[in-house]
T-cell receptor, first 114, second 110 residues
Framework: DAMVIQNPRYQVTQFGKPVTLSCSQTLNHNVMYWYQQKSSQAPKLLFHYYDKDFNNEADTPDNFQSRRPNTSFCFLDIRSPGLGDAAMYLC?????????????FGPGTRLLVL | GIQVEQSPPDLILQEGANSTLRCNFSDSVNNLQWFHQNPWGQLINLFYIPSGTKQNGRLSATTVATERYSLLYISSSQTTDSGVYFCAVVRLAGNTPLVFGKGTRLSVIA
């Protein structure tokens, strides 16, 4: 089945230690998104790629970076995780960038910062 | 930016009961999606419904775009329906991302 895959499902890191979260998709979608969701809150968009074009949300901290080496994979890098970065990180895809597109979400990676 | 308000924030149902979840939005939209987030965190698309009515099994949704609201109906609820239901919209004007409401947390008890 075509799907959005996130690895790992759970990640524990230390305060200040860089961490990378991975997302892959078999849908061949052009757009990939990264969301942060803190406990009991709605998902918040960090950034997205339309093909190779990177689009950062205005309030996304510089501590968060992303890479998309090819259509199928996208990575979220947190350069120096703080305690406040503990959250669920959700990857999503859509076929195109238009406002009419449906987004499909992966299962998420739950990040714990010690 | 656009405001998305969902009600009620929390809902407890006996298995077999019906419920209606509401999503109000403050501006015209051309994309509205309902999602179910299960207890393990997976967000699952339920409906893409910027206007009109759709049904999928025990779930149905109606969006009245001119009055800026959408309703999600759950009939004959089951314990597996538990989780958080999110409404998310894209504003008609401007190049804005999907904006989520705060969700309705549903607990269905046997």
């Amino acid at each position: 089945d075509a799907m959005v895959i996130q690895n790992p499902r759970y990640q524990v890191t230390q305060f200040g230690k860089p961490v990378t979260l991975s997302c892959s998709q078999t849908l061949n979608h052009n757009v990939m998104y990264w969301y942060q969701q803190k406990s009991s809150q709605a998902p918040k968009l960090l950034f997205h790629y339309y093909d190779k074009d990177f689009n950062n949300e205005a309030d996304t901290p510089d501590n968060f970076q992303s890479r998309r080496p090819n259509t199928s994979f996208c990575f979220l890098d947190i350069r120096s995780p703080g305690l406040g970065d503990a959250a669920m990180y959700l990857c999503a895809t859509s076929r195109d960038q238009g406002r009419l597109e449906t987004q499909y979400f992966g299962p998420g990676t739950r990040l714990l910062v010690l | 930016g656009i405001q998305v308000e969902q009600s009620p924030p929390d809902l407890i149902l006996q298995e077999g009961a019906n419920s209606t979840l509401r999503c109000n939005f403050s501006d015209s939209v051309n994309n509205l999606q309902w999602f179910h987030q299960n207890p393990w965190g997976q967000l699952i698309n339920l409906f893409y419904i910027p206007s009109g009515t759709k049904q999928n099994g025990r779930l149905s949704a109606t969006t009245v775009a001119t009055e800026r609201y959408s309703l999600l109906y759950i009939s004959s609820s089951q314990t597996t329906d538990s989780g958080v239901y999110f409404c998310a919209v894209v504003r008609l004007a401007g190049n804005t991302p999907l904006v989520f409401g705060k969700g309705t947390r549903l607990s269905v008890i046997a």
